[in-house]
């Protein structure tokens, strides 16, 4: 779950991080009402949304004052951002943050993730904040150092000063940046982030340390135990097909292929994608029903299928274990009966049930294309879609 950069900052300020002052709002009056009450003479006003890349978009000014802040929020609010992270359809600028303006004598990056491969926590540096991580990475590799650790309860100082040693900071500030590292791995820890992203954070004229930006990323199957953090869940930054498929408990991610896929099983799933891939087509989607789902679940994940105006067929591959493979047929039928369908359909069952299920197919008088392993089945959903 992805939150806005105000809500991250004021997370950070819980865990004594240091941030700039700032104050949010939803229209131009009530965010210039606020912002009279910041002790500065220059504003740094910032677009909200879930993207990166918001100042090459125009998303971010800074301002002299508070007559140059209410035209330019005046422009901003409602406006589509385009960046490469939003796509070339963009997000529209929902809510404005604005700060206390920063005087700046370095900028570095940090970021702090759960590295999977390794199964370890990563804390990337380098003293090339401000720009995109990615560009730095390709021109300039040895900017950047990767810090692996050892899950724990506590890190230790000399991890801290791996980290920050690219940063080559004196004496007195790598105090300072020694106890904001301790801090992020307790926030890290405790909210059950995945990634906490500092870019820039800042080496104030004061030698202050300062996170001048923040975005954090939490763990969808930790949310459970942060009902705080699940508030600032803002469903204006999802897409609404994704949002419609977690009422009903459904895995989808979109993609931007033709076959849409629904899959009982997160490895089945990847297996069914990437076979749509060798045979020459693209998924359209990401979507596991899980191992035990009812036929209302099953219905309401075929209807978020056909939603997508890009799917050219739809192949079902489902094995029965919790999940029979009767109940996942008459599912099918069922959605099938409410909607019209005018793609192809290829189903291949297995496991508990299956020949159960392929009659209920049968017998409901659908264009179903029946495959007998997964590999068949994909053969013939892009042979169909053709």
């Given amino acids: 779950m992805n939150i806005h950069e105000h809500q991250a900052k004021q997370i950070l300020k819980e865990f004594g991080i240091e941030v700039p002052n700032g104050v949010f709002a939803l229209s131009v009056e009530d965010l210039i009402k606020k912002a009279k009450q910041l002790n500065t003479n220059k504003y740094v006003l910032k677009a909200q949304i879930h993207a990166g890349g918001r ?13 140059e802040l209410i035209k330019e929020s005046k422009e901003l609010l409602g406006k589509k951002l385009i960046t490469p992270q939003t796509g070339k359809e963009g997000k529209e600028v929902k809510r404005l943050y604005v700060e206390e303006s920063s005087s700046i004598e370095k900028e570095f990056y940090l970021s702090c993730l759960v590295d999977r491969a390794s199964s370890k926590i990563a804390f ?14 390709q021109n300039k590799p040895d900017k950047i150092i990767t810090t692996k650790l050892e899950f724990s309860e506590n890190i230790l100082d000399s991890d801290c000063e791996k980290i920050i040693k690219i940063f080559n900071l004196k004496e007195d500030s790598k105090l300072f940046a020694i106890k904001l590292i301790k801090s992020i791995y307790k926030m890290f820890l405790s909210t059950d982030a995945s990634l906490v992203e500092i870019n820039p954070l800042i080496l104030t004229k ?11 990323n939490f763990d969808d199957n930790s949310l459970f135990r942060h009902p705080e953090i699940l508030k600032l869940r803002d469903l204006n930054e999802e897409d609404p097909i994704e949002v419609e498929a977690s009422k009903h408990d459904l895995a989808y991610i979109k993609l931007d292929g033709s076959i849409g896929c629904m899959v009982n099983g997160a490895g089945l799933a990847m297996a069914t994608m990437d076979i749509i891939k060798l045979y020459g087509q693209e998924p359209a989607n990401f979507l596991d029903v899980g191992g035990g789902a009812s036929k209302e679940k099953v219905s309401a994940a075929f209807k978020i299928i056909l939603s997508d105006k890009n799917v050219r067929g739809i192949l079902i591959n489902i094995f029965g274990g919790i999940m029979k493979c009767d109940v996942l047929a008459q599912g099918v039928v069922e959605a099938a009966k409410e909607r019209k369908i005018n793609v192809p359909l290829v189903v291949r069952l297995a496991g508990t049930n299956f020949e159960e299920g392929k009659k209920i197919l049968q017998n409901s008088n659908l264009k179903i294309i029946s495959a007998d392993n997964l590999d068949d089945a994909a053969k013939k959903i892009v042979e169909a879609i053709k």
Avoid: P, R
């Fill in 55 to 67: 100042g090459k978009a125009g998303g971010i000014k800074i301002l002299n004052n508070i007559d």
């Fill in 124 to 137: 990337i540096s380098s003293d090339q904040g401000g720009m995109d991580i990615e560009e730095v990475a």
């Fill in 206 to 216: 004061d030698k202050k340390l300062v996170c001048l930006d923040a975005k954090i």
